[in-house]
């Protein structure tokens, strides 16, 4: 038939027709081929958890950074004096192929040049050192997803909507799940709503009201709850509560791997202090996160209304307790799941170059800004989170954490943790030791707290500040890191 078509056409139009119908054909390959590129860096692009929502839509402003120019209105946010010190540092990041990370890596170079003075006059763009970019080592992340994993969260919506923004770093496009389980008097609407919001920000969340069970109930129900919702896929079941922080997803799923998943485990962390374990016992403290198989689960669920009647007041002592009374699994014990069972200054453990698995307790007990410290993830990846490094101007950068100068005749013994929270060394030295006591500020160190990680449009601007005490100047220490 085709060739009866082609016989009544005029041949001298043939070799016409032919080449229009190649180029035709030539020019749709072509957009298809870019349409598929696109979808391949979108597909990406959203897989990555590190790509900020508000880059992906557009809206990151132009640079504030001049390599030349300092923009005083930029750190018009942060009251600083009316006069301040003020220096800079572009860092460019280098993934290495490695999954150890060293707790001090050695840098030949210094870290920030020398300072100089600026008035807080919020107009004006005035000249500032021409930074050279500082290359810096930081390792890759193991090559794991967490599609293995079911998380759950009994929490109300409130705080639900607070913690958004800490579980953007380590949750979305992980394909892990999330059930969270609220008070049963919350309204339907907002329910739907927070949930909605969740979904759309690629978090794969299940939210649902409870049946008006108390608090500590609630939580022991998780486990019920993601036995029933489990997946072929899952092997673990996560129970975290709302500010549980996890600086690296794949690096927990990589230890849970160590595992074999075809046992019964029960891996969680005790508290940090002895005296919580004298009064609770050797029991899982849930805000470091419990992680539980699928082998234990199955046990659980076989004795949970028995287990459901328990009378304790904390959820963590209802699951212990059901565990310990009806199964042979006892604790795995896990000092890198961090309770945080720890009053005033935390700033040993942040600056301790240690890699946690997890972080809690960190907008109660003590306060430290988790999102702005993970959002620097977003240039280099979740392992240079904490990492910490020592120049050749006797800066130590803990990255997200802070920018310490040491005094030069202070001997730094990197191993050791400085104990600069309260109560006695012996309350915490099972876990967090060896201490070095806690350097003098002013005096033997001068300390720059992370207040802020500011999006650009090539980078993250980290913002360091020592506040000036006695009428001295405020000290500004900024670093970029560049994509």
Not at 68 to 83: D, G, M, Q, R
Not at 352 to 380: D, T
Request: aromatic fraction near 10%; hydrophobic fraction near 35%; charged fraction near 25%.
């Amino acid at each position: 038939m085709l060739r009866r078509i082609f016989e009544r056409r005029d041949h001298s139009k043939v070799p016409r027709i032919a080449l229009r119908v190649w180029i035709s054909a030539l020019v749709i390959l072509v957009v298809f081929a870019a349409l598929l590129l696109s979808t391949r860096k979108q597909k990406i692009d959203d897989y990555n958890p590190f790509t900020p929502e508000s880059e992906k839509e557009g809206k990151v402003e132009k640079s504030t950074w001049d390599s030349c120019k300092l923009s005083v209105a930029s750190l018009a946010p942060y009251n600083l004096t009316e006069s301040f010190d003020y220096s800079r540092r572009r860092i460019q990041a280098e993934k290495v192929d490695s999954t150890d990370r060293k707790i001090l890596t050695l840098s030949p170079h210094p870290l920030i040049p020398a300072s100089r003075s600026y008035k807080n006059v919020p107009e004006d763009v005035v000249d500032a050192q021409c930074d050279e970019a500082l290359t810096l080592e930081v390792p890759s992340s193991p090559p794991t997803q967490a599609i293995n994993l079911l998380f759950g969260i009994a929490t109300n919506v409130e705080r639900l909507r607070d913690s958004i923004p800490q579980l953007l770093h380590w949750l979305p496009h992980s394909g892990a799940g999330l059930l969270v389980v609220t008070p049963s008097q919350e309204n339907d609407t907002a329910v739907d709503e927070v949930e909605a919001e969740m979904r759309k920000l690629g978090i794969d969340v299940t939210v649902e009201k409870a049946t008006g069970t108390p608090f500590p109930l609630t939580y022991f129900s998780l486990v019920e709850r993601l036995y029933v919702r489990r997946r072929p896929s899952t092997r673990w079941i996560g129970l975290i509560d709302d500010d549980t922080f996890f600086p690296s997803i794949p690096r927990l799923s990589a230890r849970l791997a160590s595992y074999d998943d075809k046992k019964p485990f029960f891996i969680a962390p005790v508290s940090e202090d002895m005296e919580q374990i004298k009064k609770h016992g050797i029991i899982a403290f849930g805000g470091g996160g419990i992680f539980l198989s699928m082998p234990l689960v199955e046990n659980i669920h076989n004795v949970y209304p028995e287990c459901a009647e328990s009378d304790d007041w904390e959820g963590d002592q209802v699951l212990s307790h059901c565990i310990y009374h009806h199964t042979s699994t006892r604790l795995t014990i896990d000092y890198d799941l961090h309770q945080l069972d720890l009053r005033g200054d935390p700033s040993g453990f942040f600056e301790s170059g240690r890699e946690p698995l997890s972080i809690h307790h960190w907008k109660s007990w003590f306060i430290v800004n988790i999102p702005k410290l993970a959002a620097v993830g977003r240039i280099c990846g979740p392992e240079c989170l904490l990492q910490r490094w020592r120049f050749a101007d006797n800066i130590i950068l803990s990255n997200g954490y802070s920018i310490v100068e040491v005094r030069e005749d202070i001997e730094f013994r990197p191993e050791y943790v400085e104990k600069t929270w309260e109560f006695e060394d012996w309350r915490f030295e099972h876990s967090l030791g060896p201490f070095r006591p806690a350097l003098l500020e002013e005096d033997e160190k001068v300390t720059y707290l992370l207040e802020d990680s500011v999006p650009e449009s090539n980078g993250i601007r980290q913002v360091y500040i020592h506040r000036g005490r006695d009428g001295r100047n405020d000290r500004v220490l900024e670093l970029l890191w560049n994509r």
